[in-house]
């Protein structure tokens, strides 16, 4: 009531409240969760889980954070209040809730935005042993903990953080396996350098376990080149032996889901059975994803290593569905690689959506029109493909078809309802592209199938004028005989010189018109 006085927020008769400015707004939430925690708040009415699970964690809510940040750094929040909250945590993190598209948990969040505070009076609190363990361990989508973005954010800007010093005091409370736990998924990844290892070591010299721990886990990490060689090597003797030194069970694990520089996995790298068998027995995710996002199925389609490992992967119930970082589904892959047995179990699976597209557009037909896989494209348009979509540059399958210089089905695609003269981003039309690549076999067969040649591209580029500027007498001359075009039709587009080339090569038997 007193912000809408002074004209800072607007209401109308059923109580609906719009800001004048976002950060107004986001203050006054801020705020009232403040008196909220503190209970103080005239209306304790509050959706405890969506605090937790939205405010704290999605990208929208960052002002909101930043502010309550301010706040908490002299709140005393209420016990009543707390016991909620912890309470909303268990319940968010069993239903999957306080993790974000990007990986990111609260604590990430809170890291990467600097909320010292809500850290250490917030979050820290409302987090029980196991959850503290689950959430600090929890690795985003690069493949990075909440503590190890604050350790590589030390080392790259040579600060000083405390936020270090609030997550190493609330380990050393925690069990030797829980803080175990959480500095394995923190520190055994490809991004750990020499320098991030000693910048923990040094702060945690005071608490013996942890530090303990991290030397045990310095020893543990020499192994990953050797093991990362042995998968890419498929030298499963020397891989085994490497999994069988670790004596405790949980960094072998984290030392068997050990990923390269792109994300990786040796269920990625290796084109062994044994060794895929021997990682999915030490727990390694049989559809985990790579920087490109790719499954090890979708990657070993992609990098051609053939039907036996594809069918290992589908026996153990890999996922084949699973698209990239570009949208780009198993099937495309495998429409480009051609193993025939492999695209016969696709279109044997059930699971295929013939009209799904790439986040370019592209769609499997327009794949398939690029090779040689002329059954997959009969397959494709029995099943209701789209013959007409286009992808981001315009482009149909029949286009993709004539661009990958591929004659066999030109014709066949048009009478299945091709647009043979659509046109790409260019204004191009696929007779105007191939006259002007000089594909002349192409250009012949497109002017069967009744082309347009009286379509100009977006420059104005006309395919007659083109045609003879190349001296293609016979080809116009073939446009003339099927009716595509007249000299009357060309009048206003010719110049003399063309005209006179027309009659003398195209039009021998026609006097000129004076």
Same mark, same amino acid.
Request: proline fraction near 0%.
């Given at each position: 009531q007193e912000l809408n006085k002074v004209g800072l927020?607007?209401?109308?008769?059923?109580? %609906? $409240?719009? *800001? +004048?400015? %976002?950060?107004?707004?986001?203050? *006054?939430?801020?705020? *009232?969760?403040?008196?909220?925690?503190e209970n103080k708040a005239a209306n304790n009415v509050w959706d405890v889980k969506y605090f937790i699970a939205h405010i704290l964690v999605r990208p929208l809510h960052k002002g909101i954070r930043m502010f309550l940040n301010c706040h908490l750094q002299s709140a005393k929040i209420a016990v009543t209040v707390l016991n909620a909250c912890k309470g909303a945590v268990s319940e968010s993190l069993k239903q999957n809730e306080l993790v974000c598209d990007d990986g990111n948990t609260f604590f990430h969040t809170a890291v990467e935005e600097r909320l010292d505070f809500e850290v250490g009076r917030l979050l820290m609190e409302v987090t029980s042993e196991d959850s503290f363990t689950? +959430?600090?361990?929890?690795?985003?989508?690069?493949?990075?903990?909440?503590l190890f973005l604050i350790i590589e954010n030390i080392h790259e800007h040579h600060i000083k953080s405390d936020m270090l010093k609030l997550f190493l005091e609330k380990m050393s409370f925690l069990s030797t396996e829980s803080t175990k736990i959480i500095l394995l998924s923190t520190l055994f990844t490809s991004h750990t350098i020499e320098e991030h290892l000693e910048i923990i070591s040094q702060n945690a010299s005071c608490y013996n376990i942890i530090s303990e721990t991290i030397a045990k886990i310095r020893k543990s990490l020499k192994q990953k080149d050797a093991f990362l060689e042995a998968c890419a090597l498929n030298k499963f003797k020397d891989l085994k032996l490497i999994l069988e030194r670790e004596r405790d069970k949980e960094t072998r694990k984290h030392l068997a889901q050990i990923t390269n520089g792109f994300k990786e996995t040796g269920l990625h790298i290796t084109s062994s059975k044994e060794i895929l068998q021997l990682l999915l027995d030490h727990?390694? %995710? $049989?559809n985990t994803r790579d920087h490109h996002g790719l499954t090890p199925l979708a990657r070993a389609i992609k990098n051609d290593k053939g039907t036996e490992i594809f069918n290992f992967f589908v026996s153990k119930s890999a996922d084949i569905t699973l698209t990239d970082t570009f949208g780009n589904a198993p099937f495309l892959h495998a429409i480009k690689q051609g193993n025939s047995d492999i695209l016969r179990y696709f279109m044997k699976s059930g699971q295929i959506d013939v009209n799904q597209c790439n986040v370019f557009s592209a769609t499997f037909l327009m794949a398939a029109c690029r090779t040689e896989n002329d059954g997959v494209v009969r397959w494709l348009l029995d099943k209701g493909a789209d013959i007409n979509a286009v992808d981001l540059g315009n482009l149909s399958a029949l286009f993709h078809r004539v661009k990958s210089n591929r004659s066999k089905l030109i014709k066949f695609l048009k009478t299945k309802g091709a647009n043979v003269n659509i046109q790409d981003g260019y204004g191009n039309t696929p007779l105007l592209y191939s006259i002007k690549k000089s594909n002349w076999n192409m250009v012949n067969l497109l002017v069967d199938i009744h082309s347009d040649p009286s379509i100009c591209n977006n420059i104005g580029q006309h395919p007659v004028k083109i045609l003879i500027e190349k001296q293609k007498a016979g080809i116009i001359e073939k446009i003339f005989k099927v009716g595509l075009a007249t000299l009357s039709d060309l009048q206003d587009v010719l110049g003399k010189s063309e005209t006179e080339y027309l009659y003398k090569y195209v039009l021998k038997d026609v006097v000129p018109i004076t």
């Open positions: 927020v607007q209401s109308n008769h059923v109580g %609906d $409240i719009s *800001f +004048l400015h %976002d950060s107004l707004r986001d203050y *006054f939430v801020a705020h *009232f969760i403040y008196l909220w925690l689950e +959430l600090l361990s929890k690795r985003n989508n690069n493949q990075k903990t909440a727990g390694v %995710d $049989i």
